[in-house]
């Protein structure tokens, strides 16, 4: 990761004010300039953690990614071409898996009490991926949708529902602008994108539905087909979004609006897939990742190291927070609309570790420092009321741990183990820095398994 930041310059940290309460009331014009100058709603950086849900019709093949259909159409990968020849009929089409797309386990009251416990307090659901297919039942998706075939619900609606009458969660949805094998889109391509079949007809039409039908306060975007945000008219409807929708102040966006617009424009950025620049940025940023290290759709192929442990997925979380991002971590249901239990321990234990050592994450901002110059591994938080907080990911033999950021003054500065609540003694290493010395605990009487936090009252 990367080095210690030891201060903040005075124009980043006008930048940090991520958390302007209010965003309604101005107009913005469909230019980036105009766009951009909008401020982030609050809600958004005092969440620090969501989930995403990749679901669609690659979760029934279930192999290998969900790229599915384009590795195996286009022959890109050998395994793909295999697997379809030694396990379905010579004229098999991706379109066939379209009714077996049937979720019939899916029980989006159950889904909202995971999310709820797993301690995130956004979730973002990909409505339609690259593949075309819509989780609602679209009426510029006609006979391609869950509602017209599979399950024959509105998948969306379901989850909608139950993530606003069961918690205080903020809902988001995904959306892919393209399509890899939509006709129009491949005319569009074929003309250089000059001329706008696709969009005016097909993906534009569906994020207009997507926002009337739901109000997401999150919209995520993403596959731009190589085509710049003009051919996708992104600028028109992100100032309809932001100015007449029925989310106009609440809704919050990504940065992926065609090429050359991702880390570049929009509301936060995410610039690439697993995003985690290790050091602050100077613009609100989102880490999205996946637990399973390999695919964002389920995969049946996946074996047990595929997949994150809770110790990696907690460090991930404290480093990107320290650093000023959100973590997006996603799960990948199966086509019937089953969680599978690994991911379902994950979202749990980090429920877990976050009932603890939530004051360190939520509503937070970075520090002076991010992470430490003596203490490897160890990263910096702050709180609204000045409280900085120390996590840690390895508990040190000796007992106690050297602090080297902090200033420390006697009589005023008091440092407490977060879940334990007991003063620590410390004493000086000179005009900055500390050591700590920690509280001799067993394992079963340790405030949590993965990684702790000191709680530093009073330091500069």
Not at 162 to 169: N, S
Request: hydrophobic share 35%; with cysteine.
């Amino acid at each position: 990761m990367g080095s210690v930041t030891r201060s903040i310059p005075p124009l980043l940290t006008l930048a940090l004010l991520f958390w302007t309460p209010l965003v309604g009331g101005d107009n913005y014009e469909p230019t980036w300039e105009s766009l951009d100058s909008r401020p982030l709603p609050s809600w958004y950086d005092e969440a620090k953690f969501g989930i995403f849900i990749h679901w669609g019709v690659f979760s029934v093949p279930s192999f290998g990614s969900e790229w599915f259909w384009c590795y195996w159409q286009t022959q890109k990968a050998k395994a793909y071409v295999d697997f379809m020849q030694k396990n379905y009929r010579p004229d098999f089409t991706y379109e066939d898996f379209g009714p077996m797309f049937t979720a019939e386990f899916y029980d989006a009251d159950k889904w909202a009490d995971l999310f709820k416990a797993s301690g995130a307090k956004y979730v973002v659901l990909t409505s339609k991926h690259h593949e075309g297919f819509t989780l609602w039942g679209s009426k510029y998706s006609w006979n391609w949708n869950s509602v017209d075939m599979g399950s024959r619900r509105d998948l969306v609606g379901e989850l909608e529902t139950a993530i606003r009458t069961k918690t205080d969660l903020h809902f988001g949805l995904y959306h892919s602008l393209f399509e890899w094998f939509n006709p129009l889109f491949l005319t569009d391509k074929q003309n250089q994108f000059k001329t706008r079949l696709f969009p005016k007809s097909k993906s534009i039409p569906e994020l207009y539905e997507l926002v009337k039908l739901y109000k997401p306060e999150i919209l995520w975007s993403d596959g731009d087909g190589n085509a710049p945000d003009t051919y996708w008219n992104s600028t028109d409807f992100l100032a309809w979004l932001y100015n007449e929708s029925p989310v106009q102040d609440v809704v919050v966006t990504n940065d992926r609006w065609g090429s050359g617009t991702a880390c570049k424009h929009g509301g936060f950025y995410t610039c690439n897939d697993r995003f985690n620049p290790g050091h602050l940025l100077e613009h609100k940023w989102e880490n999205c990742m996946t637990i399973d290290k390999y695919s964002w759709g389920y995969r049946r192929n996946a074996n047990l190291c595929d997949y994150l442990t809770i110790e990696e997925l907690v460090q991930t979380l404290v480093e990107t927070v320290s650093c000023g991002g959100n973590l997006l971590m996603n799960i990948g249901p199966t086509h019937e609309g089953h969680i599978i239990p690994i991911f379902e321990e994950r979202l749990r234990q980090m429920g877990e570790w976050l009932e603890v050592n939530g004051e360190a994450i939520y509503a937070t901002r970075p520090w002076r420092a991010q992470n430490d110059s003596t203490a490897e591994g160890l990263w910096y938080t702050i709180s609204s009321k000045e409280m900085v907080y120390a996590i840690f990911f390895n508990w040190p033999q000796s007992g106690t741990i050297i602090l080297g950021e902090p200033s420390a003054f006697v009589g005023q500065t008091e440092v407490y183990l977060v879940g334990w609540e007991k003063s620590l003694p410390w004493v000086s290493t000179g005009k900055q820095g500390i050591i700590v010395s920690l509280p001799p605990l067993t394992y079963s009487e340790m405030p949590c398994k993965w990684a702790w936090t000191l709680k530093l009252v009073g330091v500069e």
